[in-house]
């Protein structure tokens, strides 16, 4: 009795720890019970399913988790050069004076909320890549990849990418930065002393060192992009079929879900929209959780 | 061994010329995020402070006809939903990180902590997905308190992580002193630890308050949307972040204009939650750097 009494506190925040831990398991169980029918329906073959016709009351998954793949990927692709540069300029190269008001300046991009990044898109971004930036990359080499068809209209898994690389640069740098801090300077010093340039000296020391913990940055940033539904939904085009071509007007698993979910009437069409957030909170969880276990792995073993 | 300096000289010139392009290519990549934010502030203020009037702050939606029209009921609606998920979203998330900070080392704070890493960053619609299927399903109507359910879903991870990182920074021998003076747990925490810590647990609370206020998916099917004055927090409610989708989606171009102007409220807003956060959080840095 003397022991509550004196422990009280400590049960009070365990007990909502508790509820936080409930909580998520809530959420993984609504995710399963709300999307049975399907699973019912069609078992795991919901996943490679192309078609999606709720008049028909025929739903398959395919085209949206391809639609998700192909924009996050290739909104990685653009993000993580871009910035494992702002990194190194921020760890490395900037005065000073400079560093504090650019890392700030860098952590407001991720402020601005996505619905304002959709706005952008629909209005600004789009019409631009329309005009510009698609015939560009036909014209360029790049446009001989099989992955880019003929320049189509605004909305495109194109567009949708490019809005989505901008949105994980926040993320991804300064993940960065904080795994570019942890590398000795000794190890550092040591390279430069022996006569290597400042750029010889990342390369060969402080990425190789840095590597896991820029995997992890990757990998977060990879999840970030995956399930990311407004600037996705407002510039892919929300076309449905399956394609792997950029510069078409495509879907994915977020925005299918925003533009049916509000409006599905028969229960297998809610639950179809379940099961494809489902397969999207499982996608995300394991990305999260490769990319944390990389991080405290990264930091048990410094230590 | 004297190969001829001028090669040598020749080859070190050609790393050095390495090592400045790619310094060049960095600061590129820099105005690569600098860019983008810059054209979207200026969009969003260059067109909605052009339209921005009293009548839109103060009045509900005309008809997208008539013209006119403001979004009262929204910027009303997004506080209540805000409100409703910091009321849930305080007292849990910040006794999540009490927990997980004092009495957190053992199987329950560990896992708690890992949880909460991985949920902040899960896709925000999720939340409103659980919640529609919970909330909104059951009740059998949209409604406010669904959508201020799943906003605080997103709000408690964040402010249990950054409590739990304030309790931390505050040093063991505070709480060491407290209790050798014989106070008890719950005081030391609530009048020792917790007020050294305040600044930073109001950053957080704040810049999870700015992130949640301009979360869009989680309530399209949850708090819905309206033309009208919320009638009650089971009722659904107009909010700025939906208002600005359905707004831009639309074929009208007089609501084209009014979703800029919404943009330019939250961001607004959001802006200004971050701005002060991090003047809060410099000068308690710079503070604590010169004690």
């Known amino acids: ?303 | 061994m004297r190969t001829g300096g001028s090669s040598l000289s020749l080859r070190l010139r050609l790393r050095l010329l390495r090592d400045h392009v790619l310094v060049g290519l960095c600061v590129v990549a820099l105005a690569c995020a600098i860019v983008p934010l810059v054209w979207v502030l200026w969009e969003v203020v260059a067109v909605g402070a052009a339209h921005i009037s009293w009548e839109f702050l103060t009045s509900l939606p005309n008809p997208p006809t008539v013209g006119g029209g403001g979004w009262a009921n929204a910027i009303v609606g997004s506080g209540v939903v805000v409100g409703i998920a910091l009321a849930i979203g305080i007292p849990v998330g910040v006794g999540t990180g009490i927990f997980m900070s004092e009495y957190g080392n053992n199987p329950l704070g560990r896992a708690t902590r890992f949880l909460c890493e991985v949920m902040a960053g899960l896709p925000s619609i999720v939340a409103g997905i659980v919640a529609y299927g919970l909330i909104v399903i059951t009740m059998g109507h949209f409604s406010a308190l669904s959508g201020g359910i799943a906003l605080s879903a997103l709000f408690v991870p964040i402010v249990a992580i950054t409590t739990q990182e304030a309790l931390q920074m505050v040093p063991r021998h505070q709480r060491e002193a407290s209790l050798a003076l014989g106070v008890a747990e719950a005081p030391t925490t609530l009048r020792v630890v917790l007020p050294a810590a305040m600044g930073n647990v109001l950053t957080g609370m704040m810049i999870a308050t700015a992130r949640v206020a301009g979360e869009t998916a989680p309530l399209l099917f949850t708090a819905f949307g309206s033309r009208y004055w919320m009638e009650g927090i089971d009722q659904p409610t107009a909010t700025i972040p939906v208002n600005i989708y359905t707004y831009a989606i639309s074929p009208f171009e007089h609501w084209h204009t009014q979703a800029w102007v919404g943009a330019l409220v939250l961001l607004s807003i959001v802006l200004f939650l971050n701005v002060a956060a991090r003047t809060l959080w410099a000068r308690r840095a710079r503070f604590m750097a010169g004690a």
């Open chain 1, 1 to 303: 009795m003397d022991g509550i009494r004196r422990r009280w506190f400590r049960y009070l925040t365990g007990t909502m720890a508790v509820v936080v831990l409930a909580a998520a398991a809530l959420i993984l169980y609504e995710l399963w019970a709300g999307s049975l029918p399907t699973w019912r329906e069609w078992g795991l073959s919901f996943i490679w399913r192309t078609e999606w016709d709720p008049v028909r009351g025929e739903f398959g998954a395919l085209p949206f988790i391809v639609g998700t793949m192909l924009t996050s990927g290739m909104a990685l692709l653009i993000a993580l050069p871009v910035s494992l540069g702002i990194a190194i300029l921020l760890t490395e190269y900037a005065p000073r004076v400079l560093r504090d008001p650019l890392i700030f300046i860098v952590e407001l991009l991720a402020a601005v909320p996505s619905v304002v990044f959709g706005l952008w898109g629909i209005f600004v971004l789009a019409p631009v890549v329309q005009q510009h930036v698609m015939p560009f990359v036909a014209g360029s080499p790049l446009g001989l990849l099989p992955i880019f068809g003929e320049p189509g209209p605004g909305y495109t898994l194109f567009t949708a990418s490019l809005i989505l690389a901008i949105m994980i640069i926040p993320i991804i740098a300064s993940l960065s930065r904080e795994v570019l801090m942890t590398v000795p300077r000794e190890q550092k010093e040591g390279a430069l002393a022996l006569g290597a340039t400042r750029w010889e000296a990342m390369r060969h020391v402080v990425l190789s060192y840095a590597k896991p913990g820029l995997f992890s940055a990757a990998v977060l940033g990879l999840g970030r992009a995956l399930g990311e539904t407004m600037a996705t939904t407002m510039t892919i085009g929300n076309r449905l079929g399956l394609t792997f071509d950029y510069f078409e007007s495509g879907n994915s698993m977020t925005a299918i879900i925003a533009n049916e979910l509000r409006e599905a009437a028969s229960e297998i069409h809610v639950s179809s929209l379940m099961a494809i957030g489902l397969v999207l909170f499982l996608l995300s969880f394991v990305l999260n959780t490769l990319g944390r276990l990389i991080v405290m792995r990264v930091h048990t073993g410094a230590a």
